[in-house]
């Protein structure tokens, strides 16, 4: 079976509402989003209207937008899972950061403007793979999808 245009871009729009729609179910379960998490949600959003928009208006390079939407986020994604795993460092507004040399005034200070939510702490994973892995994972996906779509002709 093969999707035509439309199908494909309900199905990736449909996709980044799913993987929003999750983010909420989370938060709502009581896994307060990290500042990077939030940083994965706007670009699923963008896809979102893109989608709905592409949808209204038939315009087949909209579809460009939307794999370029769901590569940020799939992107963003994968620097969230290197920071939950130590790979690489965070964002210092978002991660605990180094305290090597720090005098007790600056180690107080860094405790006092420490993010209530930090980056590089995983708050919830199922088989090793975390939330930041699945969103990277399922986000290229997303994006393979908004691609095929775009070379595919509108119907």
Known sequence: MTLNWK??????????VALLG??????????????MCYW?????????LIGV????LGRRWL???GALAALATSGIGVFHSGVER?????????????TAGLSTDDLMDQIMSAPL??????????????????????SLALAVIWV???RRAAS
């Open 63 to 65: 579809a460009w937008l």
């Open 117 to 138: 939510v930090r980056c590089d702490e995983i708050p919830w994973e199922m088989f090793g793979v975390t939330m930041a892995n699945l969103n990277a994972l399922i």
């Open 7 to 16: 199908q494909l871009v309900l199905v990736a729009t449909l996709g980044s």
């Open 148 to 150: 095929i779509a775009a």
């Open 53 to 56: 928009v592409a949808l209204a």
């Open 40 to 48: 994965q949600r706007y670009p699923h959003a963008v896809a979102i």
């Open 86 to 98: 130590d790979l690489w460092e965070g964002p210092s507004s978002c991660t605990g950061g180094s």
């Open 22 to 35: 999750g983010a909420f179910v989370f938060q709502a379960l009581g896994y307060a989003p990290c500042k």
